[in-house]
Nanobody
Framework: QVQVVESGGGSAQAGGSLRLSCKAPRMILSTFWSTDMGWYRQAPGNQRELVATFSRGGDTTYADSVKGRFTASKDNTKKTWYLQMNSLKPEDTAVYYC?????????WGRGTQVTVSS
């Protein structure tokens, strides 16, 4: 298992923006380059859902609910993945998790809370 740390959550008004970060502090660079990652979220009473993915090759996918509003990216020099969230909606309120290496056997962070008020 890899230590995974999310940050950047907080409160925003509807229509606002937040940027989440995901780091694996002890991950060596070559592993960082070859790791698939995903952003997930879980709202109270709901199951955890996949929000976005960023593959080792740089391909991204998004849930329909966030397409056009969220952007996943990666900074190789900082060994950090990002989720830029724009045009936030109250229904985006959830705990957001970073997953490295796949939902089945990969590593998870503890999550960061995002709260969007109307």
């Amino acid at each position: 298992q890899v230590q995974v740390v999310e940050s950047g959550g907080g409160s925003a008004q509807a229509g606002g923006s937040l940027r989440l970060s995901c780091k694996a502090p002890r991950m060596i660079l070559s592993t960082f380059w070859s790791t698939d990652m995903g952003w997930y979220r879980q709202a109270p009473g709901n199951q955890r859902e996949l929000v976005a993915t960023f593959s080792r090759g740089g391909d991204t996918t998004y849930a329909d609910s966030v397409k056009g509003r969220f952007t996943a990216s990666k900074d190789n020099t900082k060994k950090t993945w990002y989720l830029q969230m724009n045009s936030l909606k109250p229904e985006d309120t959830a705990v957001y998790y970073c997953n490295l290496g796949g939902a089945e056997n990969g590593s998870w962070g503890r999550g960061t809370q995002v709260t969007v008020s109307s």
